[in-house]
């Protein structure tokens, strides 16, 4: 699918960190930010994905600055460190796109194992909490921060094989909308400088998911690069517009 370019440039000189970058949405991300002609700061915990997505987006997009650096996000100080290495390093962090995914089911709710409820726990809501937790700080200083949460309409309409799923997703925005509730109140009067935003699709969908499955239909999927250019988008909207907001960008359940 072809991307439009409508945002190029609209974040020329801001510093956006994106954790979980090794997937397929990851790299969209980054390209997109890129082109949008952000500084990219990238983590993931599979050093080689990382390496991969981070050598693409530069490759597309000559002089773009885009970094990668394996952090582990289920450690708190580490996620500290490395947002306040960012942030002395390019002066300034302006977003936080959190793509840091994983996704168990069960075919039915009486045979759902609460082995993944501890698998997903870690994985979409631990690295959420210490995410927001780190870069609250830098986001507030921004003057136009993001801290952009990708979601999946699950969480508001669970279904019986996907229990662990939508509750560790509804969690995630739970806590997501409590950081917005901090920038709103940091505000005062003049309302929020920086926004707390949830993104949601049904799925994600990418050409290699197309390729594998020819003759899938996909209904209702987002493509990656859709998603990358509604990240990029955010920012086009005020803070106080879009903080503690959920961003539809499927049929809502």
Known sequence: MTTTTGNQGVLEGAVVAVAGAGGPAGRAALL???EAGATVVASDADAGRLAEAVDAARYAHGGATVTGDTVDLLDLDATRD??????????????LVHLVGGWRGSASFAETDLADW???EKLLIRTVQHTSLAFEGPLKRSGN????????????KPTAGNAAYAASKAAAE????????????????????AAAAILV???????QMRAERPNAKFAGFTDVTELAE???GV?????QEVNGQRLWLTPKP
């Open 32 to 34: 997109r930010l890129a």
């Open 82 to 95: 490395w947002a306040d290495r960012t942030e002395k390093e390019f002066g300034r962090i302006d977003g």
């Open 118 to 120: 501890d698998l997903l």
């Open 145 to 156: 921060g993001r801290y952009l949460l990708i979601s999946a309409a699950g969480a508001s």
């Open 174 to 193: 739970a806590w997501t909308l409590a950081l917005g509730d901090a920038f709103r109140k940091a505000g005062g009067e003049g309302g929020p400088h």
């Open 201 to 207: 699709v049904k799925a994600l969908v990418n050409d």
């Open 230 to 232: 509604a990240v990029v």
């Open 235 to 239: 920012w086009n909207r005020p803070a």
